[in-house]
């Protein structure tokens, strides 16, 4: 019935879509697509309205000649810039939201404005402009016709369903925004946790942005708004240590977190984030911050310099308290105590330990990576 009415009315709906296009539709133009019940194709030597529920067409690629019953066919639609409309007073909207594509002076929420109110009688809804969702070093808007898109059900392998609300509501609708799968994921971790820490501590005396910041998070919760932040493992962090025990999950909370993730709370929280980081890892993550530690003695061919340097390097090592020395301290003493002790090139001499702990020529910053690998693993593989 509703797609009658856009016939019976197609006069007024040209007008109206005129009214913005610098060339006008031809005087036989209709609101309508048709596609030929025999063939699927949707190319017409003609097509007409016959009145009542009569629709005529003959397809210009098989040549088949048709009259159809609009209230029985599947093969008639309406064009998207009535289509709309049509809906709205069918479906009786009061509000949605569109792109800017479609938001444009002209654009279809314009046209469509005129003709539910003219053809169907009611008032336009309520409408928000929103821009694109773009994929961070994308090529553009998401988009499904051209294929350059990611699901939800892949944006939660990397981010919680809490985050991902989160990256949304962090947003104003009519600003583009990317959702990062490269590095800057680590990014995107780090200013969740400080909101979230921000969001659930002490009301501040002067309020500033944080009432703003607060309800973006009320609204990125999945569950009831928690009394206090719970432990986050910082992302960065985490993956470094991931790999130091190979993957491990319960290792790497045992030998790393069991101080800080003290909850049951804080535990699930930990192993999801963990699944998140190794999956981020394995399939997004760069060449340079992916590695995996040597399960076995590494033989390479050695400068004299360079052979010191390695005996000076296990000597420090073996005479120092690995855990609970600051790495500011332990950078001084690698510096002091076996580089230039040695006689060896800086360059050198990293890119030789390197090569023994992760068989690459760079790696994560030496000093922190050593206390995490830890002293009898680091004597076994130098």
Not at 3 to 17: G, M, V
Request: glycine letters at 6%; one cysteine or more; a negative charge.
């Amino acid at each position: 019935e509703s797609l009658r009415t856009a016939l019976e009315n197609k006069d007024k709906i040209r007008a109206i879509l005129d009214e913005h296009r610098s060339t006008p539709h031809s005087d036989d133009w209709l609101p309508t697509a048709i596609y030929c019940e025999k063939c699927g194709r949707d190319e017409m030597d003609y097509e007409r309205y016959d009145g009542e529920w009569d629709y005529s067409y003959k397809c210009a690629s098989c040549c088949n000649e048709a009259t159809i019953d609009i209230r029985t066919t599947k093969d008639l639609k309406l064009n998207w810039r009535t289509d709309w409309p049509m809906r709205w007073a069918y479906e009786q909207v009061d509000f949605e939201p569109g792109g800017k594509d479609h938001s444009s002076q002209g654009g279809s929420y314009d046209t469509a404005k005129g003709i539910v109110k003219e053809i169907y009688g009611r008032a336009a809804p309520t409408y928000l402009q929103y821009d694109f969702v773009m994929i961070k070093g994308g090529t553009g808007k998401m988009s499904s016709s051209s294929g350059e898109i990611f699901t939800l059900s892949q944006a939660y392998q990397v981010y919680e369903p809490q985050m991902v609300r989160w990256i949304f509501a962090n947003q104003r609708p009519n600003h583009d925004f990317s959702i990062a799968f490269d590095s800057d994921v680590i990014k995107t971790h780090d200013e969740f946790d400080r909101a979230e820490a921000a969001a659930l501590g002490p009301k501040p005396e002067k309020l500033g942005k944080w009432p703003l910041l607060r309800r973006v998070y009320e609204l990125s919760c999945t569950e009831a708004v928690p009394e206090k932040a719970p432990y986050r493992a910082p992302f960065r962090e985490l993956c470094n240590r991931l790999q130091v025990c190979d993957g491990d999950i319960q290792r790497t909370l045992g030998r790393f977190y069991s101080n800080d993730a003290v909850t049951e709370q804080d535990r699930k929280l930990f192993v999801d984030r963990s699944r998140r980081a190794l999956f981020w890892l394995e399939n997004y993550a760069s060449e340079e911050f992916r590695y995996k530690i040597n399960d076995q003695t590494i033989s390479l061919d050695l400068s004299e310099p360079q052979e010191n340097a390695l005996v000076e390097l296990r000597n420090l090592i073996s005479s120092c308290d690995l855990e609970s020395i600051d790495t500011k301290e332990l950078n001084q003493q690698i510096y002091d105590k076996v580089i230039r002790a040695a006689g060896c090139d800086a360059k050198e001499f990293f890119s030789v330990v390197y090569q023994k702990l992760i068989s690459r020529e760079k790696g994560p910053r030496l000093p922190g990576f050593m206390k995490e690998i830890g002293k009898d693993r680091l004597l076994g593989l130098l």
